[in-house]
């Protein structure tokens, strides 16, 4: 495995030598002074160029980093929209386990897009085209303090929200469930978690994707509560994970009302708990709800 000083000489080095492009910089996990330095790492480099067109039009032009493993062209995908004259990427994986991320924009899109990120770090800037920047922090992706009509929005989804998990697990519908639980439910959990994590901290740290780093600060019995609400594909199994989920997210609601001084409706949370426990007892030829 090439070691991190070759790969960020081979990188320099290609843009050193192409006419066409006049910066590069970095963002991600290399440039996050907080991210786990491990060999899983991306290489996350931009090339700020004149033009795409002449980079897409070359499929070869990337042998130049090694041989490829396997790879994807994000920005060929028929389900996502993209701006190819502004923007291209390569994500790659080598022979020898390194992956680059790198994309071409052109200037106009650098300059108007670098600012954003608060990872990023120029390596070459041949011009002098591009904005001074702050030193790299995760500053950009902290947990930002929630209005009380956000608090009091992601509330009201996660209690409506779990009446479809009733619904499905009820049903016996397996994945319509999962999907319910977690790519909605579970995202106002998650939310939740990271207010909590914000008033803690001030505000001032960054939980990861999906939660990753939140156990650095949620108590030992809260990340095992967080982690007991998933389950396998049991129906049983799903109704007590998701019965956890309801506690967690209720005790945390309530704590972060309270120190931040928004209202907690209780009553919204009881009576969506109450329909929850009545589906989950229902008999299954049951013609009535309630």
Not at 41 to 68: A, C, L, Q
Not at 118 to 137: A, N, V, Y
Not at 279 to 289: G, S
Request: proline residues 3%; aromatic residues 12%.
């Amino acid at each position: 495995m090439r070691t991190e000083k070759e790969m960020m000489d081979l990188i320099l080095d290609v843009a050193k030598k192409d006419e066409r492009i006049r910066a590069v910089y970095m963002n991600g996990s290399r440039t996050n002074p907080d991210a786990p330095k491990d060999i899983f790492r991306d290489y996350d480099i931009v090339y700020v160029v004149k033009e795409t067109g002449s980079f897409i039009e070359d499929k070869g032009w990337i042998d130049v980093f090694g041989e490829v493993l396997f790879m994807q062209y994000p920005d060929e995908s028929p389900d996502y929209p993209a701006d190819k004259e502004n923007s291209y990427g390569w994500l790659m994986i080598f022979t020898d386990g390194n992956r680059l991320d790198l994309t071409v924009k052109t200037v106009a899109h650098a300059k108007e897009n670098v600012l954003e990120d608060s990872l990023c770090i120029i390596l070459l800037d041949k011009d002098g085209i591009l904005p001074s920047i702050p030193e790299s922090s995760d500053a950009s992706h902290h947990v930002r303090r929630p209005t009380a009509e956000q608090f009091a929005a992601t509330c009201n989804e996660f209690w409506w929200c779990l009446n479809n998990v009733a619904k499905g697990l009820w049903r016996e519908e397996v994945t319509y469930a999962q999907d319910m639980i977690n790519f909605v439910v579970r995202k106002q959990l998650e939310k939740m978690l990271s207010w909590k994590i914000g008033l803690l901290t001030d505000y001032s740290v960054s939980i990861g994707k999906a939660g990753k780093y939140m156990h650095h600060w949620l108590s030992e019995k809260e990340w095992q509560s967080y982690l007991d609400t998933y389950s396998s594909a049991d129906t049983d199994a799903m109704w007590r994970s998701t019965e956890i989920m309801c506690g967690l997210f209720y005790d945390t609601s309530e704590w972060v009302a309270a120190q931040s001084g928004f209202e907690f409706n209780k009553q919204e949370a009881e009576n969506s708990l109450l329909y929850f426990r009545k589906v989950r007892t229902l008999d299954k030829n049951a013609e009535i709800i309630m």
